[in-house]
């Protein structure tokens, strides 16, 4: 819980840096790293290339709302939350529903990867909620 309660403390700025580095590390993940090893995943090294393409919108889009400071944040960032819960949903139909090749590495990996950023679109939407009276201050 201390985690929990250490990131709703954070400044909105840092809460978009965060998930700008978390969607530039996923990025680098899916683009550089996992096509290497795609036939142990059982997936196709287009299908990593194309959800690289996607996160890195996202990286351009938190990383831009970093830089720019908004004084209407949380609907940023309750907009990235989204997004990241659609990145959860778009990957597990391609990856489970829609690539009958998916070794179990590549569902392990995957179901864990849309975990993880669920749980990241929670504290958002959380942080965003918190936050929802102080829509016009300052980042």
Same mark, same amino acid.
């Given at each position: &819980? ?5 990131? &709703?403390?954070?400044?909105?700025? =840092?809460?978009?840096? *965060?998930?700008? +580095?978390?969607? +530039? ?5 899916? %683009? ?5 090893? !795609? ?5 196709? @090294?287009?299908?990593?290339? @194309? ?12 990383? =831009? ?9 949380? &609907?940023?960032? @309750? ?12 990957? *597990? ?6 690539? !009958?090749? =998916? =070794?179990?590495? %590549?569902?392990?990996?995957?179901? %864990?990867? !849309?975990? *993880?950023? !669920? ?21």
């Amino acid at each position: &819980m201390r985690f929990v309660e250490k990131y &709703m403390s954070l400044p909105p700025k =840092t809460i978009f840096l *965060i998930d700008a +580095i978390g969607a +530039i590390l996923t990025c680098i993940i899916l %683009g550089l790293i996992l096509p290497i090893f !795609s036939s142990e995943f059982g997936v196709n @090294q287009s299908i990593f290339y @194309q959800l690289a393409t996607l996160v890195s919108c996202y990286f351009l889009y938190s990383i =831009t709302i970093f830089w720019l400071k908004p004084s209407r944040w949380v &609907m940023y960032l @309750q907009f990235i939350a989204v997004a990241n819960l659609v990145y959860c949903i778009v990957t *597990i139909t391609l990856i489970i529903f829609l690539n !009958s090749n =998916t =070794t179990a590495v %590549g569902i392990i990996y995957f179901i %864990g990867e !849309s975990v *993880i950023i !669920s749980l990241i679109s929670f504290l958002e939407f959380s942080y965003a909620k918190k936050n929802k009276a102080l829509r016009t201050s300052s980042i």
